[in-house]
């Protein structure tokens, strides 16, 4: 079903009800397959319509007048990116795709009527931009306070404890197709201090990072030397995300 991620977003953060699930599996999706390193949406867009990711991995980011990306954000299943352009006449960033991905356009109209009608779906909406926000300001905080081992080591944290609530972390790995050109452009390091943290970690051995699949050999050294915790996140209390089954 093509609304699960996205009932399962909610559900990882406040129970539906079973008529509020079913207001949301009634919901028009228009849903679209987009190949890896494209734009879903571009800065100055002014959409009528907002997307909810339901396969893959997508980033918000922002290119600078020299020619520079600055990714402000990664996106797993059940994300709504753009959601802000329910109330904003135009966005302020663009949202891409990382790999291949799968996303289900909602128009705003449809939004718009099933928050009217459903009070806890609108502010289950709410709430996620409000979690967007403590994400933004997270990563805030990370660029501006971490060396890069430990700057990568929270990225990485913050990413395995998100794809797990979404359902994305199997026999201990999970699919995260970013390059070290998106990690460069998300930690704001060069892509050599990339290559050099990545190996630092792995010799450490903490993490994995090939062809696309992250393995986390130990979880705890790695979360200390983040200094992560996933309360920021918001996660439901029903199951321990800060404590994902990696190995």
Same mark, same amino acid.
């Given at each position: $079903?093509?609304? *699960? ?28 397959a987009i190949k890896a390193k494209q734009n879903v949406v571009r800065e100055g867009d002014r ?8 396969? /893959? ?14 990714? $402000? ?28 991905? #799968? ?19 609108? +502010? ?20 501006? +306070?971490?060396?890069?081992? *430990? ?20 026999? /201990? ?5 970013? #390059? ?22 792995? #010799?450490? /051995? ?6 696309? #699949? ?14 992560? /915790? ?5 996660? *439901? ?11």
């Amino acid at each position: $079903m093509p609304h *699960s991620p996205l009932i399962r977003m909610f559900n990882a953060r406040a129970h539906l009800t079973p008529d509020e699930e079913a207001a949301l599996r009634s919901l028009p999706m228009q849903v679209r397959a987009i190949k890896a390193k494209q734009n879903v949406v571009r800065e100055g867009d002014r959409p009528t319509r907002s997307f909810a990711l339901l396969e /893959g991995n997508a980033c918000t980011y922002q290119n600078l007048d020299s020619g520079n990306r600055q990714i $402000m954000a990664f996106h797993v299943p059940g994300d709504v990116p753009d959601l802000q352009s329910l109330h904003l006449s135009y966005l302020d960033h663009s949202v891409g795709t990382v790999g291949p991905c #799968t996303v289900g356009f909602i128009d705003h109209a449809d939004l718009q009527r099933i928050c009217r009608d459903f009070p806890r779906i609108a +502010a289950g909406l709410w709430r996620l931009t409000l979690i967007d926000a403590c994400i933004f300001r997270a990563w805030i905080s990370n660029l501006g +306070a971490r060396k890069a081992d *430990s700057r990568a080591a929270h990225l990485i944290c913050e990413t395995v404890v998100r794809m797990d609530a979404a359902g994305q972390v199997e026999n /201990g790995r999970l699919s995260w197709p970013v #390059t070290q050109a998106d990690l460069a452009d998300a930690l704001g390091i060069s892509i050599v201090h990339v290559n050099r943290t990545l190996t630092q970690l792995r #010799t450490a /051995g903490l993490m994995t990072l090939q062809r696309g #699949t992250l393995t986390v050999s130990d979880w705890p050294r790695l979360k200390d030397l983040g200094e992560f /915790g996933s309360e920021y996140l918001h996660l *439901s209390s029903d199951k321990d995300h800060s404590r994902p089954e990696l190995n």
